[in-house]
């Protein structure tokens, strides 16, 4: 059995079967009108965003097909703005993956912390990671693009918190469905001082931030969100924080600890975060961890980590620049390469993670291995093969460190034998859309039958594992849900995917990589 990184840093950890209701907080009226018209331009946004991702990647009409590969084909219907992926017999090659989204927007904040310039490298191209640089915009941190690679740029470091740059006035920040731009940056601000006001589309506002919320304001934060949802916006009136102690809950998502720990070294005083019930995405928290320490921060942890460990941030530290950091690739997009190499028995190499890993999300390739495929771990890459004589199996696997990863799953269970059982996702109902349900219909669609409970789902495949013809695929606004339903082409049948362009989200080439190796 293979060791990540990931997996040696923490034990598994449970994810709640119940929900905690957030805490309720107040939050200002808004004008109607002026949201109004605000998400009005931001739709218009979104259409010229999803155009201009169809006219970059040579997508016609539906009557020009593309064929990245010898076989398999796209086609766009512009007018009903659906992409139909034609099957997929085999993926076989080697795919390079894109920078981690969480890493990503991590690494820029952190950067924009420090004492220093930073040079952060393989950033990945996408929404969310433009929400944060368009935020980092706003606030004057200083931000150099490099002209030659987009994939790079330079921050110079405020060395301790970000402060308003108009202290008279509100700075207003649109961070769309970014939760790695949402979660992290209201406790950053809480250290500085200004006047804020953070929102997003209309399901950010569906998305809880009330524990976050509660936790800044047990160390003394001026900051509330809307009180009837616990969601954004969120404003705040900062001052700077003196430390301090507060206890928050770790069962809804893994970001509220992760954002409080890395504003926690900007604060007066020491600051201690204790978990009052139980941490789910365990292995993010990690992450976090380690990167504060490439930034020069150590956190303590006290107390077992599968009860309630309490992190402890010592105010004789500061983030420092290590001069130039490079994101890993995104564990959870290699996933779909993975399981489209165990689906059809072909062999696909992914490159940019492996077994010294950061990211929790690595852990998928093992569940591939519990199916059927054989897997093969080096140090920056992971390879999946099946052997076309053994047949996929279903599993019943506890998904709470990789929700993410755990979408594509889904897709896989469709072509095992016997059902699979999906358990500790009830933080998919809290993603980009109401995931479990999402999932559910869409499985359901292409001719699973699937139970569904409160944090669980049970998927049995399509009778003889043939999933039903030309079915359009919903995605939600979704960026996973739209890669995650593509392998349904690997079935040997055409997938409708509806909106690909909201593969922008995280990653924008994803059809293209999907076609360089498909036949």
């Known amino acids: 059995m293979r060791i990540t990184a990931a997996s040696a840093a923490l034990a598994a950890l449970p994810l709640a079967a119940a929900f905690t209701a957030p805490h309720r907080q107040s939050h200002p009226s808004t004008s109607s009108r002026g949201t109004a018209l605000q998400m009005a331009s931001k739709s218009r946004e979104k259409i010229a965003s999803r155009t201009k991702w169809a006219e970059a990647r040579g997508y016609g009409d539906a009557a020009s097909d593309g064929a990245p590969s010898g076989g398999m084909t796209f086609?766009?219907?512009?007018?009903?703005?659906?992409?139909?992926?034609?099957?997929?017999?085999?993926?076989?090659?080697?795919?390079?993956?894109?920078?981690?989204?969480?890493?990503?927007?991590?690494?820029?904040?952190?950067?924009?912390?420090?004492?220093?310039?930073?040079?952060?490298?393989?950033?990945?191209?996408?929404?969310?990671?433009r929400y944060m640089l368009e935020?980092?915009?706003?606030?004057?941190?200083?931000?150099?693009?490099?002209?030659?690679?987009?994939?790079?740029?330079?921050?110079?470091?405020?060395?301790?918190?970000?402060?308003?740059?108009?202290?008279?006035?509100?700075?207003?920040?649109?961070?769309?469905?970014?939760?790695?731009?949402?979660?992290?940056?209201?406790?950053?601000?809480?250290?500085?001082?200004?006047?804020?006001?953070?929102?997003?589309?209309?399901?950010?506002?569906?998305?809880?931030?009330?524990?976050?919320?509660?936790?800044?304001?047990?160390?003394?934060?001026?900051?509330?969100?809307?009180?009837?949802?616990?969601?954004?916006?969120?404003?705040?009136?900062?001052?700077?924080?003196?430390?301090?102690?507060?206890?928050?809950?770790?069962?809804?998502?893994?970001?509220?600890?992760?954002?409080?720990?890395?504003?926690?070294?900007?604060?007066?005083?020491?600051v201690t975060i204790r978990i009052k019930d139980e941490l789910i995405s365990a292995p993010y928290v990690s992450l976090t961890i380690g990167l504060m320490k490439k930034f020069g921060v150590d956190v303590k942890i006290e107390g077992d980590m599968e009860g309630t460990p309490s992190?402890?941030?010592?105010?004789?530290?500061?983030?420092?620049?290590?001069?130039?950091?490079?994101?890993?690739?995104?564990?959870?997009?290699?996933?779909?390469?993975?399981?489209?190499?165990?689906?059809?028995?072909?062999?696909?190499?992914?490159?940019?993670?492996?077994?010294?890993?950061?990211?929790?999300?690595?852990?998928?390739?093992?569940?591939?291995?519990?199916?059927?495929?054989?897997?093969?771990?080096?140090?920056?890459?992971?390879?999946?093969?099946?052997?076309?004589?053994?047949?996929?199996?279903?599993?019943?696997?506890?998904?709470?460190?990789?929700p993410d990863a755990a979408m594509t799953l889904a897709v896989a269970a469709l072509f095992a034998e016997g059902p699979t059982t999906i358990r500790n996702v009830y933080s998919w109902r809290l993603k980009e859309t109401e995931r479990m349900k999402a999932i559910v219909a869409e499985c359901t669609k292409l001719g699973a039958t699937v139970e569904e409970f409160e944090d669980y789902c049970i998927i049995h495949p399509p009778e003889g594992n043939k999933v039903n013809e030309d079915v359009v695929i919903e995605t939600y606004d979704d960026h996973r849900m739209a890669m995650t339903f593509s392998l349904a082409a690997c079935g040997g049948v055409n997938v409708i995917i509806d909106d690909p362009g909201c593969t922008a989200k995280t990653f924008p080439t994803y059809f293209e990589m999907l076609g360089s190796i498909a036949s």
């Open 311 to 402: 992190f402890i941030i010592t105010a004789d530290q500061k983030y420092t620049s290590p001069e130039s950091i490079l994101v890993e690739g995104d564990a959870s997009s290699a996933s779909y390469f993975l399981a489209g190499a165990a689906i059809t028995g072909g062999t696909v190499t992914v490159r940019g993670c492996g077994s010294e890993s950061v990211q929790g999300d690595v852990a998928f390739a093992d569940v591939m291995e519990q199916m059927g495929a054989t897997v093969t771990w080096a140090p920056e890459s992971i390879t999946v093969t099946r052997d076309p004589n053994t047949r996929l199996k279903g599993v019943d696997v506890d998904c709470g460190k990789i």
């Open 75 to 129: 086609a766009l219907d512009e007018s009903k703005n659906q992409l139909t992926v034609t099957p997929i017999k085999s993926l076989d090659g080697t795919v390079t993956l894109p920078g981690s989204k969480s890493l990503s927007n991590r690494c820029l904040l952190l950067a924009a912390l420090s004492d220093g310039s930073t040079k952060v490298e393989n950033l990945l191209e996408s929404d969310d990671i």
């Open 135 to 270: 935020a980092l915009d706003t606030l004057k941190v200083p931000v150099e693009r490099d002209a030659e690679d987009k994939t790079a740029v330079t921050v110079t470091g405020q060395a301790g918190p970000i402060n308003s740059p108009t202290p008279d006035e509100t700075v207003e920040l649109f961070l769309g469905n970014a939760g790695t731009a949402m979660r992290p940056l209201p406790a950053a601000l809480c250290m500085g001082k200004g006047k804020f006001v953070l929102d997003g589309v209309p399901r950010m506002r569906e998305r809880p931030i009330a524990d976050l919320i509660d936790g800044l304001q047990q160390l003394g934060a001026d900051v509330s969100c809307v009180e009837e949802t616990g969601c954004p916006p969120v404003t705040i009136d900062a001052d700077g924080l003196k430390g301090g102690e507060c206890a928050i809950s770790g069962k809804m998502s893994s970001q509220f600890l992760s954002s409080l720990l890395m504003a926690a070294p900007l604060a007066e005083g020491d």
